[in-house]
């Protein structure tokens, strides 16, 4: 299953076919186990790595560091929860480091996201403070490339 998953994670469009091909399975096993680890959650679900500049799309995306008390009964979980159950959270991960908790939030602007960190996330008792990093570029994602390679001619001598 380790092998299915991995496949997975970079390609999710591939055809129990392919997949048995490539796993050495047949397409039937191939979707027992898909079938399966949908089943027990340990595939959440699926989703596309868009290139944000092929579209116009004005999205802001923004990380954002927390760092919190954690409750005395459950730590950082249910502060993670609160946080992931907003609409506008698109990951949130438990960090080792400077800060606790680190929040990737999209908005339609930089103002929404502001908004946002004031009057929701600020608003937690628990959060003692926060910095916001707006993304400027994506670059990778997923482990897929996002960005055309594009040749940088400078200080070429011809």
């Known amino acids: 299953m380790q092998t299915i998953l991995k496949i997975l994670r970079k390609n999710a469009r ?3 076919e392919e997949l048995a091909v490539m796993t050495g399975k047949t397409p039937a096993e191939v979707e027992a186990q898909i079938k399966e680890l949908e089943n027990t959650g340990v595939i959440r679900g699926y989703s596309a790595i868009i290139d944000d500049t092929a579209y116009e799309d004005d999205t802001v995306l923004a990380l954002i560091e ?5 409750q005395s009964q459950s730590g950082f979980d249910e502060i993670a929860a609160r946080i992931a159950s907003y609409d506008e959270v698109e990951s949130v991960r438990l960090m080792s480091g ?3 908790i680190l929040v990737s939030v999209s908005g339609r602007n930089i103002r929404e996201v502001s908004q946002f960190v004031n009057q929701r996330l600020a ?3 628990a959060v003692q403070s926060t910095t916001t990093h707006f993304v400027l570029k994506s670059y990778k994602e997923n482990g897929i490339i996002k960005t055309d390679s594009e040749k940088d001619e400078r200080g070429m001598i011809l």
């Open 98 to 100: 400077g800060y606790d």
């Open 66 to 70: 927390l760092k919190v008390t954690p």
């Open 123 to 125: 608003a937690i008792d």
């Open 14 to 16: 591939l055809t129990a």
